[in-house]
């Protein structure tokens, strides 16, 4: 669907969160939901902009983050709700909701359907962490579907991803399989990246 789906992922920022940010979900290079040092924006479809402005991350701190993207809602401000563990930021002024039953660009089955991140920091890319990444494809769920009210990660083997559902849970620590999708979809992810290695993963996850 290119109108209804949950996004979630689990995020570390930084110790310095100065001139950083990061792009969890990317469809096409058009649509982002990025982590920023002052909050978070979901840019859907590019250039409408919902952004929190009632939420500012600590450094070094494990959050659970959950879109729940919904066009065909009558109200614009439940088109798009943005969940911080398990918290629904209602801060969002300033945001331009998506016009009612707009279409987005996840679902076009295009090559950067699946490109996550598109980018992580400016000043020093490697200073982010992200575990636990999923697409429910048509799908509406709830925070507390996915995690346990914080950032603690729930077995979501039983949810419905949808089609172009996935999930990333980097659980082996062998960039062999840093883009396994463990929703039983097969959706895959590439490396096109200067390629991961094994050291590259982090013991310290939630």
């Known amino acids: 669907?290119?109108?209804?789906?949950?996004?979630?992922?689990?995020?570390?920022?930084?110790?310095?969160?100065?001139?950083?940010?990061?792009?969890?979900?990317?469809?096409?290079?058009?649509?982002?939901?990025?982590?920023?040092?002052?909050?978070?924006?979901?840019?859907?479809?590019?250039?409408?902009?919902?952004k929190t402005t009632g939420f500012t991350p600590a450094t070094s701190t494990w959050y659970h983050v959950l879109i729940q993207i919904d066009t065909p809602q009558a109200t614009a401000t439940n088109r798009v709700k943005i969940f911080v563990d398990a918290?629904?930021?209602?801060?969002?002024?300033?945001s331009v909701y998506p016009a009612q039953n707009s279409d987005t660009h996840w679902g076009d089955d295009a090559e950067f359907e699946y490109q996550v991140p598109l980018y992580v920091g400016e000043s020093n890319p490697n200073v982010w962490l992200v575990d636990e990444i999923a697409k429910f494809?048509?799908?509406?769920?709830?925070?507390s579907d996915v995690a346990d009210g914080s950032h603690k990660p729930k077995d979501i083997s039983g949810l419905t991803f949808g089609a172009q559902g996935y999930w990333l849970r980097f659980e082996t620590g062998l960039a062999a399989t840093i883009g396994v999708d463990s929703s039983g979809n097969g959706n895959d992810f590439t490396d096109v990246s200067s390629g991961f290695v094994d050291g590259d993963f982090s013991a310290t996850v939630p």
Not at 15 to 33: C, G, W
Not at 87 to 94: L, Q, R, S, Y
Not at 137 to 143: E, H, L, R, T
Request: no cysteine; hydrophobic share 45%; net charge negative.
């Open 87 to 94: 918290v629904d930021v209602t801060d969002t002024a300033g």
């Open 1 to 50: 669907s290119k109108r209804t789906m949950t996004l979630s992922a689990l995020i570390k920022t930084p110790a310095d969160l100065t001139d950083t940010a990061i792009s969890v979900f990317n469809a096409n290079e058009i649509d982002f939901v990025v982590f920023y040092p002052d909050g978070i924006e979901v840019k859907i479809p590019y250039p409408d902009v919902v």
């Open 137 to 143: 494809d048509g799908q509406i769920y709830a925070a």
